[in-house]
């Protein structure tokens, strides 16, 4: 592939960064400094810099300036704001709330801290939990008085109001969860995000940079941190300083499959709808953030990923377990109650198969009754077998024999499984993982059926991560500690980039609001301390090796571009983040003369300069063997993958 010398040596600057080398001044890694002058091509300053701009970071800026700063930096590493809001409807919660008292609801913030304990299996951080809760009802207060108010929101049929349940998460104990739209949908996908960035908008203090990469802290000679190295798009570098603090909103390691692999059995098996490595936790380790390693094995997944990508996925389920389907492994066994209220049960039970893969196995006659509840609407959106958006991967069969030969499961194992459950539904046995058949209809069952019917079907669905939970240690005030629980001086966290907060589970709302609300703190904080001087700075025991956040590279070129092409049109459809991305290319002497992405179904903002750029850098420089367009990696991928089928098919003939 080709590469501008700017862009090795932005890389070579990383890879120093990661691998914890000495900089050029002859300090050594354990006392992170910054490189001379001359190295730098351009160097800012700022009251407070802030390392990312999703929920926490946004929200860190504008309390930042709410408590005196004149100017605040953002480092955004991809081309738009929003972070892991881009990739949620933002569920927000909190208790105590203007929208709660509207609706007669009674609540409070001891009840909503018990609520979080309990549903992270009592592993969170009390202290934390109180923090965020004590301070999350006037950070979502701020959000409706700054616009939210004026969203549409879903509604609770027991009340009417604005406060829901939120049944993709176990339940809490009231109705505290908000699940506001956003008004404009083609831009923001939360209105959360929405809110935040409007806001941010206004304020003349507050500057983004984009495609700015932020690869290492740096020490001042107080032993201070306050500055930050930082990579752009076209290779520079600059040197970032903070008067205050800096602020790491960074988030986590959903992205990062080595990772996830070294802290879960099943981890490198993951979907997952977002890319982010984990560098920044990483970053913090360098000048001695401490990391809770048993926190780190906190990966909550959904039981429903559909398989977008290599390892991509979005939120999507059959649903057909509510009207008698089952879920097996491949090893063609059930594993759980498919109909469990506990989401976290259902959770976990997938994550402990091999490759944490399940296959939701049913027959018509469980799509009808389905269809007939109502409850059809996920599976007609991604499962239809003629219009569905995951249609490639419905598998049907007129015997379970052959059905197993299609999923590569045991074919016995399977028909034994079968066997055994349409026993259960008749009554002859006991369900072997206490599933009830009533007929009587539920949240979590419409109809009774066997696993009998014309036809069979096999859809597979795996573990998908959306956040993770694992990061530094922060205090009440978003200050990062090191392994001795000292504050470091200067440097503050917030969002998923920190760790142990929530414990094994993450309660509904709180990844949309802990975020913001630490971010909150942490700006506050920066604005208000005086920082200690004489630190000693050195790294983390356990710092992260260097080679977990290497990216996997070709071991060849896509496509051998001296293979002749004949001349004309050719269209290649790949799976795409929420629906299928087609591609026409066009092959005119010999050569691609135009490249155009006639359907896809990508991330609004976080995909647009893949969908804008690349096509254009394909056919300029008749290769596929191009770079991905940096903060677009995924949606990189699915077009130059099209392409590539285009280039088979034009050298094929």
């Given at each position: 592939?080709?590469?501008?010398?700017?862009?090795?040596?932005?890389?070579?600057?990383?890879?120093?960064?990661?691998?914890?080398?000495?900089?050029?001044?002859?300090?050594?890694?354990?006392?992170?400094?910054?490189?001379?002058?001359?190295?730098?091509?351009?160097?800012?300053?700022?009251?407070?810099?802030?390392?990312?701009?999703?929920?926490?970071?946004?929200?860190?800026?504008?309390?930042?300036?709410?408590?005196?700063?004149?100017?605040?930096?953002?480092?955004?590493?991809?081309?738009?704001?929003?972070?892991?809001?881009?990739?949620?409807?933002?569920?927000?919660?909190?208790?105590?709330?203007?929208?709660?008292?509207?609706?007669?609801?009674?609540?409070?913030?001891?009840?909503?801290?018990?609520?979080?304990?309990?549903?992270?299996?009592?592993?969170?951080?009390?202290?934390?939990?109180?923090?965020?809760?004590?301070?999350?009802?006037?950070?979502?207060?701020?959000?409706?008085?700054?616009?939210?108010?004026?969203?549409?929101?879903?509604?609770?049929?027991?009340?009417?109001?604005?406060?829901?349940?939120?049944?993709?998460?176990?339940?809490?104990?009231?109705?505290?969860?908000?699940?506001?739209?956003?008004?404009?949908?083609?831009?923001?996908?939360?209105?959360?995000?929405?809110?935040?960035?409007?806001?941010?908008?206004?304020?003349?203090?507050?500057?983004?940079?984009?495609?700015?990469?932020?690869?290492?802290l740096l020490a001042n000679d107080k032993g201070q941190i306050l500055?930050?190295?930082?990579?752009?798009?076209?290779?520079?570098?600059?040197?970032?300083?903070?008067?205050?603090?800096?602020?790491?909103?960074?988030?986590?390691?959903?992205?990062?499959?080595?990772?996830?692999?070294?802290?879960?059995?099943?981890?490198?098996?993951?979907?997952?709808?977002?890319?982010?490595?984990?560098?920044?936790?990483?970053?913090?380790?360098?000048?001695?953030?401490?990391?809770?390693?048993?926190?780190?094995?906190?990966?909550?997944?959904?039981?429903?990923?559909?398989?977008?990508?290599?390892?991509?996925?979005?939120?999507?389920?059959?649903?057909?377990?509510?009207?008698?389907?089952?879920?097996?492994?491949?090893?063609?066994?059930?594993?759980?109650?498919?109909?469990?209220?506990?989401?976290?049960?259902?959770?976990?039970?997938?994550?402990?198969?091999?490759?944490?893969?399940?296959?939701?196995?049913?027959?018509?006659?469980?799509?009808?009754?389905?269809?007939?509840?109502?409850?059809?609407?996920?599976?007609?959106?991604?499962?239809?077998?003629?219009?569905?958006?995951?249609?490639?991967?419905?598998?049907?069969?007129?015997?379970?024999?052959?059905?197993?030969?299609?999923?590569?499961?045991?074919?016995?194992?399977?028909?034994?499984?079968?066997?055994?459950?349409?026993?259960?539904?008749?009554?002859?046995?006991?369900?072997?993982?206490?599933?009830?058949?009533?007929?009587?209809?539920?949240?979590y069952s419409v109809a009774v059926n066997k696993i009998e019917g014309?036809?069979?079907?096999?859809?597979?669905?795996?573990?998908?991560?959306?956040?993770?939970?694992?990061?530094?240690?922060?205090?009440?005030?978003?200050?990062?500690?090191?392994?001795?629980?000292?504050?470091?001086?200067?440097?503050?966290?917030?969002?998923?980039?920190?760790?142990?907060?929530?414990?094994?589970?993450?309660?509904?709302?709180?990844?949309?609001?802990?975020?913001?609300?630490?971010?909150?703190?942490?700006?506050?904080?920066?604005?208000?301390?005086?920082?200690?001087?004489?630190?000693?700075?050195?790294?983390?025991?356990?710092?992260?090796?260097?080679?977990?956040?290497?990216?996997?590279?070709?071991?060849?070129?896509?496509?051998?571009?001296?293979?002749?092409?004949?001349?004309?049109?050719?269209?290649?459809?790949?799976?795409?983040?929420?629906?299928?991305?087609?591609?026409?290319?066009?092959?005119?002497?010999?050569?691609?003369?135009?490249?155009?992405?006639?359907?896809?179904?990508?991330?609004?903002?976080?995909?647009?300069?893949?969908?804008?750029?690349?096509?254009?850098?394909?056919?300029?420089?008749?290769?596929?063997?191009?770079?991905?367009?940096?903060?677009?990696?995924?949606?990189?991928?699915?077009?130059?993958?099209?392409?590539?089928?285009?280039?088979?098919?034009?050298?094929?003939?």
């Open positions: 592939m080709k590469k501008t010398l700017a862009l090795c040596s932005a890389f070579l600057l990383m890879v120093s960064a990661l691998s914890g080398c000495s900089t050029s001044n002859g300090k050594p890694a354990d006392q992170p400094s910054a490189s001379p002058a001359a190295a730098y091509d351009e160097e800012k300053n700022a009251d407070v810099i802030v390392v990312g701009a999703g929920g926490a970071g946004l929200s860190a800026a504008i309390s930042a300036v709410d408590n005196g700063a004149q100017n605040v930096i953002i480092l955004e590493k991809t081309n738009r704001t929003g972070g892991n809001l881009n990739l949620t409807s933002g569920s927000m919660s909190a208790a105590e709330t203007s929208l709660q008292k509207e609706a007669g609801i009674e609540d409070t913030k001891a009840s909503f801290v018990e609520d979080i304990m309990k549903n992270g299996a009592q592993l969170g951080n009390r202290e934390l939990v109180e923090a965020f809760v004590n301070e999350d009802t006037d950070m979502f207060e701020w959000m409706l008085e700054h616009g939210l108010a004026d969203n549409q929101f879903n509604l609770d049929k027991a009340t009417g109001g604005k406060a829901v349940f939120a049944p993709e998460h176990q339940l809490y104990s009231v109705q505290r969860t908000y699940k506001a739209k956003a008004d404009d949908p083609e831009h923001y996908s939360s209105a959360a995000h929405e809110v935040l960035d409007q806001y941010i908008k206004t304020l003349d203090n507050v500057a983004i940079d984009f495609n700015t990469d932020g690869v290492k500055s930050v190295e930082a990579v752009t798009e076209d290779g520079k570098t600059v040197k970032y300083t903070a008067n205050k603090g800096v602020i790491m909103a960074t988030g986590g390691y959903s992205g990062n499959f080595k990772l996830m692999g070294k802290y879960a059995e099943h981890g490198a098996d993951y979907l997952s709808s977002t890319t982010s490595m984990g560098e920044g936790i990483r970053m913090m380790q360098e000048v001695g953030g401490n990391v809770d390693e048993t926190a780190m094995s906190y990966i909550p997944t959904f039981p429903m990923g559909v398989q977008t990508g290599p390892q991509s996925g979005t939120i999507g389920s059959t649903y057909t377990w509510k009207a008698g389907g089952i879920c097996v492994n491949q090893e063609g066994k059930r594993f759980v109650n498919e109909q469990e209220a506990r989401v976290d049960v259902r959770e976990v039970a997938l994550e402990e198969q091999p490759g944490a893969v399940q296959y939701d196995i049913f027959t018509d006659k469980i799509v009808a009754d389905l269809s007939a509840a109502g409850g059809d609407m996920m599976y007609q959106l991604y499962f239809n077998p003629e219009t569905g958006r995951a249609k490639n991967l419905v598998k049907s069969a007129a015997t379970l024999d052959e059905l197993a030969s299609m999923i590569n499961v045991p074919v016995e194992a399977l028909k034994a499984t079968v066997e055994t459950y349409n026993k259960a539904v008749d009554g002859e046995v006991e369900d072997e993982f206490g599933r009830s058949f009533d007929p009587a209809p539920s949240a014309d036809k069979y079907y096999a859809i597979p669905l795996k573990a998908l991560v959306v956040m993770t939970l694992g990061g530094v240690s922060i205090d009440t005030e978003a200050h990062v500690l090191d392994e001795s629980g000292n504050v470091i001086p200067g440097l503050y966290a917030a969002g998923e980039c920190t760790g142990g907060i929530w414990g094994k589970f993450v309660s509904g709302g709180t990844g949309v609001m802990g975020p913001i609300t630490f971010g909150r703190i942490a700006g506050r904080a920066a604005m208000n301390d005086t920082l200690a001087e004489g630190y000693t700075v050195k790294a983390a025991s356990n710092l992260f090796d260097a080679s977990l956040f290497e990216k996997e590279t070709a071991s060849a070129d896509r496509f051998d571009m001296s293979k002749p092409l004949k001349d004309g049109e050719y269209t290649a459809t790949v799976d795409g983040q929420e629906g299928p991305m087609s591609v026409k290319t066009t092959i005119a002497d010999g050569k691609i003369s135009a490249v155009e992405i006639t359907e896809q179904h990508e991330t609004a903002g976080v995909s647009d300069k893949a969908i804008s750029d690349l096509p254009a850098s394909i056919v300029a420089e008749n290769s596929v063997n191009v770079d991905t367009i940096s903060g677009c990696t995924l949606s990189s991928g699915r077009i130059l993958d099209a392409v590539t089928d285009c280039l088979n098919q034009a050298s094929a003939q």
